[in-house]
């Protein structure tokens, strides 16, 4: 009966611990599950280090690559573009985390990374010449300030013209004007002394005048020239004397109604006149006022293409010191090569400064890079690091 108790009790204790044994083989796999879990790769995101949408020709950019989950393993990675005479590929030493893409003709890129059957966020972007292209709108704002200058010289001219208009006075009383320029043709009117025309042309000892639209001819020897002032003036005082006169006329000759009749009839003409003096004011006054908004267009167009100008020889010049460092670096490049070329081994000038390779590994970089005619230049844009992993890449 004893044994049979103690029996029991031990079993119950094998079975307790197998219970415990199996509880924390249950709590490891899980933990395990979990651990690896948070290391699948579930996403990849490519982000632009610039804020730039358009990029220029020959640069390089740098992106940064982010896994999610954080602590996803991002290793053999494939770097992906369509452009072939670009470069897209894993930044070097501390910028781990990074890619970069050296920029190659105009035109459209298009990149992305993927891993296994992970596909990373694909940007696309522009890609232009920014030195021909400020050339470029330097000489747009050259021709819009020649042509604003020219419309500024028009306008200066025709305003010239217009001031360079004539008037004549006549200088005696009941002088005839007359439909051609000799004595027996129409006599088109009489005109009064102090009556003011403006001058066409003088034909032989006539003057051709605009009489209301209508070129009639004046005697010279009956005529003055007075200024566009003058004359105004000339027509307000003798407006009243030449009223007076038809007055004491009318008296003599017409009856009331006549005399009325003249009245009005020289009211609508003065009113008329002073019609015509107003419209030449306001076509003055907008003639004046065109040619100050041409000057001022004139003055912009002017100040944009200096601007332009300057920004235009300022990026020249950048692009001609950064030429000239390019070279001198590809020199230096070539002349390393050449002295370590005997000993195996060849210099190339990377970006992140001389580094040695073999002669393999050199000639490999020429033939990738020989299609750009700069093959040792395409070099010197990338780190001894991304060199190296572009060779055993693909070796």
Not at 108 to 135: G, M, P, W
């Amino acid at each position: 009966m004893k044994r049979r108790k103690m029996k029991k009790k031990r079993m119950g204790q094998l079975l307790i611990i197998i219970g415990a044994v199996l509880l924390v083989v249950i709590i490891v796999a899980a933990v395990i599950l979990l651990l690896r879990s948070m290391k699948t790769l579930k996403s990849i995101t490519i982000t632009p280090n610039f804020a730039e949408t358009e990029l220029d020709v020959d640069q390089d950019y740098v992106f940064t690559i982010k896994a999610n989950p954080a602590k996803a393993s991002l290793k053999n990675i494939k770097y992906n573009i369509d452009d072939s005479t670009a470069t897209f590929g894993k930044g070097s030493g501390a910028d781990a985390g990074t890619a970069v893409l050296h920029t190659g003709a105009e035109g459209t890129v298009t990149l992305y990374v993927t891993k296994d059957k992970v596909k990373s966020n694909v940007l696309t972007f522009q890609v232009v010449d920014q030195a021909r292209q400020a050339e470029e709108e330097a000489a747009a704002a050259e021709r819009a300030a020649q042509e604003a200058q020219l419309a500024a010289e028009a306008a200066a001219q025709e305003m010239q013209e217009a001031e360079a208009v004539t008037m004549v006075m006549v200088n005696g009383d009941n002088v005839r004007m007359r439909a051609e320029p000799n004595t027996d043709c129409e006599v088109v009117k009489t005109c009064k002394k102090g009556e003011t025309y403006t001058k066409i042309e003088e034909v032989e000892d006539w003057t051709k005048v605009d009489n209301g639209g209508r070129e009639c001819y004046i005697k010279t020897e009956f005529l003055k020239e007075v200024t566009p002032e003058e004359a105004g003036q000339t027509d307000a005082s003798a407006a009243p004397d030449a009223a007076a006169q038809d007055t004491a006329s009318a008296d003599q000759t017409t009856s009331e109604e006549d005399k009325k009749k003249e009245e009005e009839k020289k009211k609508e003409e003065e009113k008329k006149k002073e019609e015509e003096k107003k419209k030449e004011e306001e076509k003055k006054n907008a003639e004046q006022t065109q040619a100050n908004n041409q000057q001022t267009a004139a003055d912009a167009a002017a100040k944009a293409q200096e601007e332009a100008l300057a920004k235009a020889q300022a990026e020249a010049a950048q692009a001609q010191q950064a030429a000239e460092e390019a070279y001198k670096a590809q020199e230096a490049a070539k002349a390393a090569a050449a002295a370590a070329s005997s000993a195996g081994t060849v210099t190339i000038n990377c970006s992140d400064g001389p580094a040695q390779f073999s002669k393999a590994e050199y000639d490999y970089f020429l033939a990738t890079w020989n299609y750009t005619g700069m093959p040792e230049e395409m070099m010197s844009h990338h780190s001894a690091g991304e060199l190296h992993t572009l060779y055993n890449n693909t070796h």
